[in-house]
Structure formats: structure tokens, C-alpha cells
């Protein structure tokens, strides 16, 4: 792998071919099982404070930056130990540091349909208020998830498990890479990109993904918590930053 790695590499292939690797020699097809349940006991546990802030702003606003908040809980970059609940309760209302709101409540108004990439599991409980929300401008939702496990991204059970199936289609991307890699996709999720003209992606690894695209026909928007430095330095925002960006 270190011998084919160079500028033009993707990160989202390189991070998909470790995990398939190290699942091949481990024999371990879901190495964070346990934390993936955990994310999702902790999103849930912290909707009451959730809903008690809505019953003052429930403006589209509002339900995006609950939905980049769940962004934190990842283990693939904090430590189980970290204090995942005071963390996210901590910055329930963080202002966005890109904030193209604008541009999407445009893109609401504009499409009947919307393909919602998401991202890690127990984000996506959080990730049903914005769904939610969405649906309120008259958009049939499609959610996105992953065939099978990869790190903690939310794979059916997960999505199943916050209750996304009761409110929207979902489907799966044919396989489990990293974020999104284009020549990975099934038949079936391919076509369902390509006819998808918006276009909703959670966390970093998405937008990594996307932006090795061509995404020239489409409203696309990168909803995400910048947990590292490239990427950071790429958006030219702060760690920690929450962004709503037009791709």
C-alpha cells in the first residue's frame, strides 16, 4: 500500500483498503460493535435536552446544527473515554463557522428529492431531526448507509435502531467503504446517485469523498464537524469547527 501511495491517492480508498485488510487478518467483520451501540445510547439519552431546545427554535437552522453536533461521536477520533455526552451537550448551539444556509433552503425549495448520506452511528439519531425537517419543504428523503460494518459508520441495524425506517426510505451504497468512492458503489446505488440532483452528506469522510467528484449537475451540501487538521486547513476553519458548505 505504501508503494502505490501518492498525491493524487483518495483518502477514502487508502482508509477503505485498511479496514478491509485488518478485517481480513482479524477475522473481526465489526470491530466497533460495541462502541457503535454505545453512540447510539448516548444520542438518545440526550434527546430530551434536544427537544426542550426546539420547543424555543425550530427553525431549519437549528435542526442542522443538532445534526453536525452528533457529528462528534466518533471513535474514530476521540478515545472511549472521552465524555461524549458533555461534549455534545456543551455545544448544542455552536454557531456554524460556514453557513450556507441560504443556498440549501434554496435547494429544499427547488427539489422534490434527496439522497442523505450519513455518516456515523448515533450521529444519525441526531440526524432524523434534520430529516425531519426536510421532509417539512415538501422532499421525499433516501438515506444512505453503508452494506457493512467500516469503523463506527451506521450500517442498517443502526439506522433501523434510531428509527430512520419509519420515516423514509433507506438503501445502502452496495458496499463498505469509507466515506464515498464512486468505483465501489453497486449498480443500484450508482444509479440512485446519479439520478440524485440533492444531494445531503454527513461527517468528513463524506465530503472527502465528494469532492473527488464531479458534482457539476447537482445540489450538493457537506454537513460536518472538522475534527482534523488537512481538513480544517482545507476549509480554512478552526478544529472543532461546524460547517454547512455548498459543494
Known sequence: MADKFNKNSQPNKIATEINQYVKQKTQCRDAYFKQKEISNE???SIMPKVEEMLKTDDSLETRIKLSIVGNILDFGVYDIDTDFKGLISGNLNRDLSINDIEELEDA???HDEALYLVDNAGEIVFDRLLI???MEYDVDVVVAVKSSPIVNDACMKEAVDAGLD????????GCDCGGVVEEMFSEDFKKIFDESSLIISKGMANYEGLTEMDLTDKDAFSLLCSKC???????????GSFVLKKL
Open 132 to 134: 425531519e425537517k426536510i
Open 108 to 110: 429544499l425549495n427547488q
Open 166 to 173: 419509519e420515516l423514509c426510505e433507506i438503501t445502502t451504497l
Open 229 to 239: 487538521n488537512p481538513l480544517s486547513k482545507d476549509l480554512n476553519v478552526d478544529i
Open 42 to 44: 448516548i444520542a438518545l
